[in-house]
């Protein structure tokens, strides 16, 4: 049970066989959860429309976002990973909550379609620094495909960056976890290039890795 009275999804129905394939929660999972718990009254406050989870893995994470939303809005999940994409579906119905799933490469399928009309955008990419050649390398239906972050940790999430600032609506959030490794300032002066502001919401150390979550949003008109 979380503090805010909402439980941390059920999903006691994905055993040990779905983990080989689909990245279980684990402590960034839980810090990302912490993070929409801590905001869950200001995200109930501006009535999302649209919520899109990128990598949604479990399904965890969004499924949270739904129960937190009473399913008032149209919650968005997307991985590369079809058996990450099926887990996410199995997640939402375990938990009685309407999440659609689609199997994509970021929201390559969806964006013309979302541009704009994002209200919350959560994302926990792969992060881990790996020689670049492994992010190539790992199939989409791997396990490593959920860590291996490449270059800085951050060449899945660098392909999604530049898009963040059109994908998001006018009042739109974009949640992000990061480790040190992935250069935090530097994905913050990314998004303040289009006009994002940024502030960090949680932060934890979790054996040799210091997670984060970033928050970021529109600057407000000058
Ligand atoms: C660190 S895991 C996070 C999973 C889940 N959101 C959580 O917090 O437990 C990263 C997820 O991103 C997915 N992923 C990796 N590359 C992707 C891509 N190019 N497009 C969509 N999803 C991707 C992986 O399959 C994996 O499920």
Known sequence: MKMS???????????????QDVYEPAEDTFLLLDAL???????????PCVCVEVGSGSGVVITFLAQLLNNFSMCLAVDRNPKAATSTKR?????????????????SALQPHLH???????????????PPEEVSRVGSSSIASSWAGGT???EVLDRLLPHVGQLLSAEGVFYLLVIKE???DDIRQILAEQKLSCEVLIERRAGPEHLSVLKFHHDPPS
């Not at 704009?116 to 790996?130: A, E, I, K, S």
């Open 116 to 130: 704009g009309n994002v209200d919350v955008l959560v994302f926990n990419p792969p992060y881990v620094v790996t």
């Open 37 to 47: 718990e801590k905001d869950a009254e200001f995200i109930q406050r501006k009535r």
């Open 91 to 107: 997640t939402a119905a375990q938990n009685g909550v309407a999440v659609e799933v689609v199997n994509s490469d970021l929201l």
């Open 152 to 154: 800085n940790g951050r």
């Open 5 to 19: 009275g909402l439980k941390t999804p059920d999903y006691s129905h994905l055993h040990s066989e779905d983990f």
């Open 182 to 184: 992935n250069k935090p």
